[in-house]
């Protein structure tokens, strides 16, 4: 055995020899690959959701470093949620790439106290009394959607829809209805207007990253000018409506946001709103409102797509209620099974990616939250909301999709501060309601009208992070005619 040792000690000795010189390197190999995982970023990644999702599962909870952003740490736990439920500042960084639409001085970055007193003017614009005024108006945009397929399927068996594309349409037109009213001028070419808007959210999108060319550049301005004046257009036709309007009869009138605007003091100066922060506030609440409710709605239709059970139990609910008529809003409101299967959907597919909130210097957070590793030393804190929504100790077996989470008996369990695609606490999204009732709406004439399925394999429903979560090559579905209202 010892000879059978000897023999090899040469060669041990000549590769020692050959690895010593070479020795750094082969350590810095060795360092390289240790510190792979540390150099990951969004791009290698594949997203910021990704990232997060990588982050998290090294670190935990509480993710302190190799995030993007300076004095930021990202959590996913339901104290650390609860016990910032009050901040209302967010980091003013997150929306810098929005300002050339929506200004320096915007809503999104309005600190906590004056966020919070314009919330109190604008409020109303999102309760019921509008939600009643203006949803004939909502549920006419989706008829029109639904004739338009109606009239491709009278030549042919099956129609496939993208249906993103013109969900995004209903959105934007139904978003505008609510808070832009119901009077949008005649010579509007709502195409160009949606163009134009999407190739701006688009280009600015891209540009924060670097990913905008000359040409796609100058097309960012173009589009950028096109939608800001074709704003100030709906904006100022409104406010010579008004005027007109107080000259004659005042006419029992619900005040949408825009009215709101244009009628009440900004709570800040004590004077009128400013044109500037009128056309800033609009851009905010369109952009908010419009690519959320959206993609919502085709997300929910291929949810239902993949779960034939939970289809059918709605199919069964929509036809009980409704019979051959159109949805009414008090319809809406009646029918569980619609709303369980939607919340659902925001669950599983929420479209916003995350919520941010800063901790000013001094800010007092509860003792629960000392765990986790939270400073009050102005430290924004991600709240990614698809790891709440799929973290199996708050939603079991989160990969299912299960409606019967937010029934009646169940919704209980569901540990609070937890469930957010509308964001939480003193930012929570004022528009719930408006999302909910324009998804129900679609979702539920939809489900009046055709059998439908998904038209593209499985896989290929990608998930892209722009402004907000969608689908990269949209969700298209097959649209077949049945039995139902005469809309
Ligand atoms: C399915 C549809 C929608 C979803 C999923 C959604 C989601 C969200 C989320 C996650 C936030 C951030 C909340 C936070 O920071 O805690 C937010 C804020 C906001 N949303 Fe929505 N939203 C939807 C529809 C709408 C609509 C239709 C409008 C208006 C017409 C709207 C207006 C706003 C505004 C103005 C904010 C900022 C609130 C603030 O800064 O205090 N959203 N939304």
Known sequence: MLNYVLDYIPYIVIALCLIYPLRTIIYDQFQAVLSKKKDIDVASAGGFIPLLRILHAEQGATVTSNLPFENTISVVNSEVMKATL???????????????????????????ERAARFKKVSGPAFGQEVLTTKYDDMRSIGIDLIKRWEESLNLQDSVIIRMQEECLEFALRATSKAILSTDTPQDLDFKKFKQSYDATLSGLFDKQFGLLDDLREEELQQSLNSFLTTLSKLINDRKNKSTEVENTEKPAYVKDLLDILLTENDPDTGCPFSDEMIRSIMSIYLTAGYHTTGVAIPFTLFALTQNPEAKARLQEEIDEVLQDRLPTLEDLSKMDCLTQVIKEALRVHPPGTFCARLIKTGSVLSKAVENFQVQTDNTTILY???????????????????????SRE????IKPNTYCPFGFGARMCPAERLAMVDIKIM??????????ELAMKVEDVQMEERFVVMAKNDILIKLKPRSGINA
Do not use: T, W
């Not at 809503?107 to 906590?112: G, N």
């Not at 539920?444 to 439908?452: E, H």
């Open 384 to 406: 990614c909301i698809p790891l709440y929504h799929e973290n199996p100790s708050y939603f079991a077996n989160p990969q299912k999709f299960d409606p019967s989470r937010f």
């Open 86 to 112: 009050q901040i209302g500042d967010r980091p003013i960084g997150l929306f810098k790439f929005l300002v050339p639409l929506i200004g320096e001085d915007n809503f999104q970055i309005f600190d906590a």
């Open 410 to 413: 169940n919704i209980k369990n």
């Open 443 to 452: 979702v539920c004439m939809i489900m009046q009208k055709f059998d439908f």
